[in-house]
Every structure is written in C-alpha cells, then in structure tokens.
C-alpha cells in the first residue's frame, strides 16, 4: 500500500520573492544578474529560462548567521531574511566586486566553505538572503 501523501511535493514550480520596491529588485535579478524576465501586466515579472533549484533547504537562521557573521545571532542592524536563494556564477569574486561597484553591500565576500563552495551574500531589497556562489558538487557529471 503506497503511503505516499497525495500532496508530496515533486519539484520546485516556483520560487521568487515578493517585492515592495520593484525596481531596486529588477535592478538586482534582471540587471546585476542577468536574468531575462517576461513582464505581464501589473509589472509582475518571470522567466522560465533559469535552471531549477539543485537544493530546497529549511535553513535555521542561526546557521544562516553563523555563515554571514560568525556568530548564532543575526545583526539587529540587517533585516531578517524570510527566505534565501542563491545563484551559481562561475567566478564568485568577480561576480562579487561587479556587484559591489553598483553599490551593494556584502555581508559575506568570496568565502571558501568546508563542502567546497565558494559564496558572497547580501540582502535583496526584498529581505531575501542573496547568495552567489560556486558549487562544483552541483557542477560534477552524475
């Protein structure tokens, strides 16, 4: 007998923050990052050309503070993040300095992790934890 839940998720259909200023949000994902949106009426914006989700994780936001700060405690100075994302370049540092010289503000830069990844985060105008990484995990043929 199948015991499978009839709502067992089967992949990410989706996924995208919601904005409240949509220009500074265009300005990150369409023009830092290069991702070629289709613009409906109302403004609202999607793509279906972007690779999916290699990873879906619920992230304990004192893990998520001990990768940006070193720390179990997020900054009270920085917004709480509700959610992450991240997006795979293939050279993390010059993709972090490109985005440094349009003004935005890393809260980690070009950092080595132990499972092998390289990752700069920072706070979407949104509150959505960015990340910007290299992954080769995610790279190797299977």
Not at 28 to 47: D, N, V
Not at 61 to 72: E, H, I, K, R, V
Not at 91 to 96: I, M
Request: glycine letters at 8%; charged letters at 20%.
């Amino acid at each position: 007998m199948d015991k499978t839940p009839k709502s067992a998720a089967l992949f990410i259909a989706g996924f995208g923050p919601i904005v409240t200023d949509a220009n500074a949000s265009r300005d990150l994902y369409s023009r830092a990052f290069g991702i070629p949106f289709t613009e409906e009426k109302g403004g609202y914006l999607h793509t279906e050309s972007l690779q999916g989700a290699n990873t879906f994780a619920l992230w304990p936001l004192t893990q998520a503070a001990q990768s940006c700060f070193g720390t179990d405690s997020w900054r009270s100075d920085i917004p709480v993040p509700q959610a992450w994302i991240e997006f795979d370049v293939d050279d993390v540092e010059a993709a972090t300095a490109e985005l440094e010289s349009q003004g935005y503000r890393m809260l980690v830069r070009n950092r080595n992790e132990p499972w092998g990844q390289t990752v700069s985060r920072l706070i979407g105008p949104e509150g959505l934890l960015v990340g910007i990484t290299f992954t080769p995990s995610m790279r190797e043929k299977k």
